[in-house]
């Protein structure tokens, strides 16, 4: 599975951006998918995730704030980000379990996006 992330970009604190992630196979079939992010000199985290039932998950820092979202139909996982602020700078990876692999959400054995840079200035 290939990831192709989108939509990151340079915002003012309180603005918004919406990242997509679109999969290069159908997604129907994928149980969890998400977005992390990495900041200059820390280690990555989980933003959201959203599995194939609707279920999200989200980081205390961004609940609220975020919305993960998939469309199945465009084998596209999207990310909603209002309320931006300067912490919220990094680069962004999407993320796709394996598939049949259940636990594989995040792991180096998953799918990886090439990662979008999103810059929010205070």
């Known amino acids: 599975v290939q990831l192709q992330a989108s939509g990151g970009g340079l915002v003012q604190a309180g603005g918004s951006l919406r990242l997509s992630c679109a999969a290069s196979r159908s997604i129907f079939s994928i149980n969890t998918m998400g977005w992390f992010r990495q900041a200059p000199e820390k280690q990555r985290e989980l933003v959201a995730s959203?599995?194939?039932?609707?279920?999200?998950n989200y980081a205390d820092s961004v609940k609220g704030r975020f919305t993960i979202s998939r469309d199945n139909a465009k084998n596209t996982v999207y990310l909603q980000m209002n309320s931006l602020k300067p912490e919220d700078t990094a680069v962004y990876y999407c993320?796709?379990?394996?598939?049949?692999?259940?636990?594989?959400?995040?792991?180096?054995?998953?799918?990886w996006g090439q990662g979008t840079q999103v810059t929010v200035s205070s």
């Open positions: 959203i599995t194939s039932d609707g279920t999200t």
């Open positions: 993320n796709v379990e394996r598939p049949l692999t259940p636990g594989s959400f995040g792991s180096p054995t998953s799918y």
